[in-house]
């Protein structure tokens, strides 16, 4: 079950996890929606955030657009666990980083500016940490959209659009770091961050209209912590399929009902082989099995080998580096 009772913040979250208004007072305008306020809407979002239920209210941003990333992984000894997820999560480009259940146990997201910065967090990460880290970069997506309805058993997730990055500008990259650490929860928030950039608010909102009609913003609105909400059995399952079978296998795995991200990634030859990948974000590991089940009975993963990876500790998950911090705006 999720664990929002009140009536009032399960719309909040179930209805405003993206399209969030680009208006002046989006707060005022959500309030209005709902009956309410709009000090009540923003201090429900606020007491939400300090009780960690949502990140922020900002956006979210297509792989390979704005800035660089890649999926890694490291083999930590058992007695290091902590000592070398404190390690990872001390790179300010590490914005994902969870501990799954196989002898690559620690996994995490690294983002950057470009592909070079991400280069010299991995190589810090396996310096500091004496391991081998994995690096397994994105191919393509099928899903990355992720959501969670409050009021449903699956997300509500629409299709997917290919981004045009031809739609970047300059100034942009600055505008969307501020939008994926999140906005204030105040009246006129877009006021408030074009304040911070010293920009005009008019043509921040357009930017932020033109990003998010390109698909440079996959979403913006709420962005929730699962395991907070009830989502506390989620499991990453890999799937080992030659390259050409991706391509019907991947839209296949994305549209099967409880899957909630899918991606191909490259392989890493003689140590890991996987190259599609799920995930199965659920309140109970016989839920996420059952996801998994029907999963496995597509024509298109039929007697596919497949690995499956529970998640059982969050050590870090913020908001994508696309600015080195010492730049950004």
Known sequence: MCHVTDPVDRALLDDWQRDFPITDRPFLGIAEQLGLTESNVIARLTRMRSAGRITRVGATVAPGTASASTLAAVAAPED????????????????????????????????????????????????????????????????????????????????????????????????????????????????????????????????????????????????????????????????????????????????????TLCYERRPVPGVWPYRLYSMIHARSRSEAMDVLNRATALPQLASVPHKVLFSTRCFKQTGALIKPREKAA
């Open 80 to 259: 290091r666990i902590e000592q070398v997820a404190a390690q990872i999560g001390a790179e300010p480009g590490v914005n994902h980083n969870y501990q799954r259940e196989d002898d690559w146990n620690l996994w995490f997201v690294a983002t950057g500016p470009h592909r070079a910065h991400v280069d010299a967090t991995l190589a810090r990460i396996g310096a500091r940490t004496g391991l081998r880290v994995l690096d397994l970069p994105l191919v393509r997506p099928f899903n990355v959209d992720l959501g969670f309805r409050m009021g449903a058993a699956t997300p509500r997730v629409p299709a997917r659009r290919e981004a045009d990055i031809s739609a970047l500008r300059p100034g942009d990259k600055d505008l969307l770091q501020a939008l994926t650490t999140g906005l204030e929860l105040v009246r006129a928030p877009y006021a408030a961050l074009a304040s911070e950039l010293k920009r005009d608010t008019g043509e921040v909102m357009t930017r932020i209209h033109a990003l998010h009609g390109a698909g440079i913003i996959t979403r913006l609105g709420v962005i929730v912590r699962h395991r907070a909400l009830g989502w506390s059995a989620n499991a990453m399952v890999v799937w080992d399929l030659p390259s050409e079978a991706i391509a019907s296998a991947g839209p296949a795995l994305a549209g099967c009902p409880g899957v």
